[in-house]
Structure formats: C-alpha cells, structure tokens
C-alpha cells in the first residue's frame, strides 16, 4: 500500500480544504494510507461531517496534520512542527498539493 499525503494550500475558501479532507478519505477507503495536512491556515470548527470524516482517516490508518494549534484544539487535528511534517513526508511515496491550480 503507498502512502499519500495532500498538502492543503492556503486558501480564502476552506471548502478547498474540507474537500481535500473527503478526497484523503476517499484514498483510504481506496486502500492506501492516506494523511493530510493543513500548513499555515486556520480552519473554522468541523461540522459533524467532517468530524465523522477526520475519525474515518483515522480509523483507515491514515491522519489529518497541521502546524496550527487551533486546529489541533478545535478540530482535533495532529499537531506537528514544520521540521515534524518535513520528516513524515520523506516517509510518504506520493505527495500531493492539493488546489495549488486553483486561482482563488
């Protein structure tokens, strides 16, 4: 199984994100580990959708990081240094950043 991590640009329209989230997910179900993370943006707090969907990563093996505490206190989000996430994506076999074609 490879590993994929989605790196979350920062965007004006968490949707962006929060659609990012549901593709991570979607990469789990599809039977690789599958990780996000959210570098720089802090996201408002989860509705019980995307709450569902952090613990279905989870529970997939997978996990959701972000360098900003506040989403680590509001949303649950693994609360990672720059140097920690630079460390785990050398782990991962694809990369993804996710959004960065968009002009918004």
Not at 31 to 58: C, M, T
Not at 82 to 91: D, F, N, S
Request: proline share 2%.
């Amino acid at each position: 199984m490879a590993k994929v991590c989605f790196l979350f640009k920062k965007s004006s329209d968490e949707r962006d994100t929060l659609d990012g989230m549901r593709s991570t997910l979607g990469l789990s179900v599809a039977n690789h580990y599958s990780f996000g993370a959210v570098v720089g943006n802090q996201l408002a707090p989860f509705d019980d959708y995307n709450k569902e969907n952090l613990e279905w990563i989870r529970d997939m093996e997978g996990d959701m990081f972000t360098d900003v505490a506040a989403n680590a206190e509001i949303n649950g989000l693994t609360l990672v240094s720059l140097e920690e996430l630079g460390a785990k994506l050398r782990e991962m076999d694809v990369i993804v950043p996710y959004g960065v074609n968009n002009q918004s």
